[in-house]
């Protein structure tokens, strides 16, 4: 009763595998290592949408496909601009824009789903222009996914080092099993809506703190603790008071996630031909430190340094404000919203659990007429 | 697997219990057939949000609160401007309008919740009179919830038959455990998110031709058939081409839906003071027909005619047109969707269900490559 449906089983798929036990994610038959710091975004798109990796044509095909579908709706950037006027939360201001995608779009599934995944970064960097009070830029075809995002943001033509560290990262958060803003996005396709309709709910379930993929409050801590050699007095002094390490530990994988191996080793291959190398050198100190002291404090438990940590960094790393992190964890994970789309609608069939009624059953309208005209009466 | 968790318990609720078996619908402690036809929808909404009927102080305080928030932010109005331009399905006008609304509301889950409430009218109403060419008119503070929304569609006050008609409708059909859109809004409120995202996520699964309440086709046949006498053959050639009668049967209720008794006597009473009296009896022709040749055909099997028949009935003498006959259901079951939300903040929590991989396990990316060079070379 009431157990969140943990542990049962509501969709079979081939989009991802997450074995926490293990620490193995698999992204359509990809090991999350193998695939995420090699493969383009628009490859790994292909393969989650389409099922397997195309040809250099059939990449050639789907890469102008993709890209013709940046422009958004113009009242979407009109909402946008009302959003921003009013400081609106990054994600509210996604889910007021998405929706509008479907004045501009029609057809199948799959056009829905690359109208949404084309057009997530230029919501997100739109907005986060704006709310800095600058103009949109307009999107740029020539530039490939991950480069055309960071364009959207700032104006300009990323690095090649910098499109790349943004692509591992998309690549690496693009699917994760049936997350809850995943399975939220499942039970509205398996009505027989529409992918703009699910991918809309998928957004406002993202954004609840529980989801899990904000990864803010990790670099916080880096932030706060500024000198290396404050680290261990600041994380000792933390630990005795109880609070927890933000960016240490996973609800699912008991041993290291496989994401934080490649965010990390991403994050050490940006920095190092980045000009930010000392807070990449704090972070690690940081890091070093808190692992020795939660080992030291629970020796038969391993706490490993998560994703959202070296996410933190990445990103700070590639220019993107701390409350852009989850729209930007979005622009990666659409595709997995679409790719469940597409599989739900392939295989699925209306996902439709029961309530248990736990309330009175027996009461009477009459009665509480009575009992007010009493009470009136009394007064 | 694959079950859409058909028999599985996801949440308890106090707020309604579907007996299909015994036939039974009950809301928050009352039977349908007691509460609906003889308390104010703004009685019914405040037993849902807050758990019990108000005494007339109560009531009246929240009457009040609730008729104040009927206002769209005018970009809202902007975006139906533009939907109503691309004749875009009155669904996703919807779901496109809702979002909108934390634009001007914030605050606690029951301000967003009401917000959503009272909106919900004013967005459907000036979606259909913009659909139609006209403008959309100021909504009226003091008219009840379900005259509220009469006006906002046809810009008259409406009749008290016609008020008391369409008031029986929203409470008939304002909760009903946990179908799938309702199964939405939990799934994506339980991340922690807000109550607006939850409803736009809801819209989006209602939408879905497989989630029900959408009672179109029932009166088209009536429609279809036009005179008393062509019922029988009409009937007859239907049932001998293998085909199904719309508005006959339902997937839970294995006995009559209560909602059906409902409605059917909400509909005798209110074409009984209407001019269009001719279609109640034609239509009351088709359904004894209908029974009797059901009856015949399979006498062991009971199909009794369902909630969508009588439904259509009553929308269609309420004039509102076919297309806008989901989102007036929409209108009715936001209140289930907002009380919901409320019940999963207070006691819920995350909900996130596996899935089972069934894909490839031992891909590498470099294989690929490699296939795609040799395909380059012999091309």
């Known amino acids: 009763m009431e157990q969140g449906l943990e542990g049962v089983i509501a969709a079979t798929t081939r989009l991802s595998s997450v074995d926490g036990q293990g620490g193995k994610l698999i992204l359509a038959g990809y090991a999350v290592e193998d695939l995420a710091p090699s493969a383009s975004f628009e490859e790994v798109a292909y393969l989650l949408l389409m099922g397997q990796l195309p040809n250099s044509t059939e990449l050639e095909a789907f890469t102008r496909r993709l890209s013709a579908l940046r422009e958004l709706p113009d009242i979407a950037i009109e ?29 199948d599934p799959l056009d829905l789903a690359l109208s949404a995944i084309a057009a997530f970064p230029t919501i997100v960097g739109a907005y986060a222009r704006l709310l800095k009070g600058l103009s949109p830029v307009a999107p740029e075809q020539s530039l490939t996914h991950a480069a055309h995002y960071l364009h959207q943001l700032t104006g300009e033509v990323p690095s090649p080092e910098q499109a790349w560290g943004l692509e591992t990262y998309l690549n690496t958060v693009c699917d994760h099993g049936l997350n809850a803003s995943t399975f939220a996005a499942r039970v509205i396709i398996s009505t027989g809506s529409d992918v703009i309709s699910a991918i809309t709910g998928a957004v406002g379930a993202l954004k609840g703190p529980l989801h899990g993929g904000a990864p803010g409050p990790a670099l916080d801590m880096v932030f706060d603790i500024g000198e290396p050699d404050r680290a261990e007095p600041y994380l000792r002094d933390k630990l005795a008071r109880g609070e927890r390490l933000m960016g240490f530990g996973h609800r699912v994988y008991r041993v290291r996630d496989p994401r934080a191996d490649v965010l990390g080793q991403a994050a050490s291959r940006f920095y190092s031909s980045s000009s930010d190398r000392k807070l990449y050198d704090l972070a690690r100190t940081v890091e070093t430190t808190a692992l020795k002291l939660l080992q030291e404090r629970k020796p038969d438990r391993r706490l490993d340094t998560n994703v959202e940590f070296y996410t933190a960094l990445l990103l700070h790393g590639l220019g993107i404000p701390k409350d852009f992190f989850t729209p930007t964890f979005a622009v990666g994970r659409v595709l997995g919203w679409s790719a469940h789309c597409i599989e739900q609608i392939q295989n699925g069939r209306l996902i439709r659990p029961q309530s248990e009624y736990v309330g009175a059953t027996d009461l009477h309208y009459k009665d509480n007429c009575a009992r007010d005209e009493t009470n009136s009466v009394s007064l």
Do not use: C, H, I, Y
């Open 79 to 107: 909402v946008l601009k009302q959003a921003a006027r009013r400081e609106v939360p990054p994600m509210d201001a996604l889910r007021m824009a998405v929706p509008l995608l479907s004045l501009t779009t029609n057809g």
